[in-house]
């Protein structure tokens, strides 16, 4: 069955600094991946995803995730946090039939100052 | 440019009391899903539909009824509430599945079951 693991529950970073947040998927097959974030009171927005072909991944707001197949991860990362990033992050794998997706339980940013 | 709109933003019922939860996608997408969203675990898949008249069960169904009379509509049913069903409901439709399954997700109902 796939899983999504998203081992850091909370993560604070100042601003300026880099970021990386981490992902790892359970998955007997070539896994489409997804980063989503969430803004309080909102719904989620997609990030970036990954279905095939180069493993690095660009996405909107300045994010990049790297896929390694041999690590099952798929890491988001960003050279620069902003405090509008503040926010929740949530991985995604989907099936290869898409019909259903399998979410992380999400990463909490807080920005500081 | 409304995209997937849910209503209503928040309700509040009594154990036992029924209501139903509207999602409306203008986008003539054939997959919508409904999920909840509870501390610490993440979104669960309750139920999803992949076209007009056919629904299917997700990961968390028990307690939940749905329907997709109108492509464009994706109704959530809760025929007799319970603490337990208290959460974020968020709903989300996708042009495709397999590789061009990208959801796009409105902005949640947040339901409280007292």
């Known amino acids: 069955a796939q899983s999504v693991t998203q081992p850091d529950i909370h993560i604070t970073v100042s601003e300026g600094a880099s970021l990386e947040l981490r992902c790892n998927y359970s998955?007997?097959?070539?896994?489409?991946l997804f980063w989503y974030v969430q803004s309080p009171g909102q719904g989620l927005q997609l990030l970036l995803k990954?279905?095939?072909?180069?493993?690095l991944v660009q996405g909107i707001k300045g994010f990049e995730a790297e896929f390694k197949r041999s690590q099952s991860s798929f890491n988001l990362r960003k050279p620069s946090v902003h405090w509008s990033d503040a926010a929740e992050y949530f991985c995604a794998v989907a099936s290869n039939t898409g019909n259903q997706f399998y979410f992380g339980t999400g990463t909490s940013l807080t920005v500081i100052p | 440019n409304a995209g997937v709109t849910q209503t209503p933003k928040f309700r509040v019922l009594k154990t036992g009391q029924s209501m139903t939860l509207l999602c409306a996608q203008d986008m003539n997408h054939e997959y919508m899903y409904w999920y909840r969203q509870d501390p610490g675990m993440g979104l669960r898949l309750i139920h999803y539909?992949?076209?007009?008249?056919?629904?299917a069960k997700g990961e968390v169904p028990d307690g939940y009824n749905v329907s997709r009379l109108k492509k464009q509509n994706f109704l959530l049913g809760l025929e007799s509430a319970a603490p337990s069903q208290t959460s974020v409901y968020f709903c989300a439709s996708s042009r495709l599945a397999g590789i061009e399954n990208i959801q796009y997700f409105g902005a949640g109902t947040r339901l409280s079951v007292l």
């Open positions: 539909s992949v076209g007009e008249g056919t629904t």
């Open positions: 998955y007997g097959a070539t896994p489409y």
């Open positions: 990954y279905f095939s072909g180069d493993t």
